[in-house]
């Protein structure tokens, strides 16, 4: 089956650790992006990548890094440098270089801090 | 910069009645409009994709209309039915670089039987 697999599904992160999400996709998709979600607020984008070993920051990049070794890898890494990470994040991916393709979604990691 | 807005955040229904769900947006230069569905503790599954030339498209009981003019989308539920029940979430692709999405805050549905 196609689709795009984040990993865990559910993450603890202890304060001052940083901690890594996972998306992979088997789509074949060029671009993919990381997303995340508070409650009562819209998604909104950390960091994307339209291609291998390329990436740009979103609205809120500050406390996360990724990189894109792989074309069908995207992980996130939450640094103690966020103050408030705790929050649902999502990836998702879509072809790239063609604007206004579908984007797909995985189902989601919820990060708390404890 | 874009921002959307979603209208009503939340709606509790009878099954069977058919609705409405708005979703509007400040900058009409976008590519096209998506709606998505999310259940409680889930990722997104894309419902409907409209691209800025088209003005609808239709999915079995889903309906979705795009005004790109006047910065409105709708999407029609027909003949609702308590499985719809779920968070509905439109979002824009904005011009200037990539498919980044510009997300609404979403519209809460309660189907009851």
């Known amino acids: 089956d196609g689709g795009i697999t984040q990993s865990p599904k559910y993450l603890f992160r202890k304060e001052g650790q940083n901690v890594t999400l996972s998306c992979e996709q088997n789509?074949?998709?060029?671009?993919m992006y990381w997303y995340r979600q508070d409650p009562g607020q819209g998604l909104r984008l950390i960091y994307y990548s339209q291609i291998v070993n390329d990436f740009q920051k979103g609205d809120i990049a500050e406390g996360y890094s990724v990189s894109r070794e792989k074309k069908e890898s995207f992980p996130l890494t939450v640094t103690s440098a966020q103050k408030n990470p705790t929050a649902f994040y999502l990836c998702?991916?879509?072809?790239?270089?063609?604007?206004?393709?579908?984007?797909?979604f995985g189902q989601g990691t919820r990060l708390t801090v404890v | 910069k874009q921002e959307v807005t979603q209208i009503p955040a939340a709606l509790s229904v009878p099954e069977g009645e058919n609705l409405v769900l708005n979703c509007s947006f400040t900058?009409?230069?976008?590519?096209?409009l998506q709606w998505f569905r999310q259940d409680p503790g889930k990722g997104l599954t894309s419902l409907l994709l409209?691209?800025?030339?088209?003005r609808e498209q239709t999915s079995g009981r889903l309906n979705a209309s795009l005004d790109k003019s006047s910065g409105r989308s709708t999407l029609y539920i027909a003949a609702s039915q308590p499985g719809d029940s779920a968070t509905y979430l439109c979002a824009v692709t904005i011009t200037g670089g990539g498919n980044k999405l510009t997300f609404g805050t979403g519209t809460q549905l309660k189907v009851e039987l």
């Open positions: 409209i691209q800025s030339s088209q």
């Open positions: 998702a991916s879509s072809i790239s270089g063609v604007v206004g393709t579908e984007a797909f």
């Open positions: 900058d009409s230069a976008i590519y096209n």
């Open positions: 789509l074949n998709h060029d671009a």
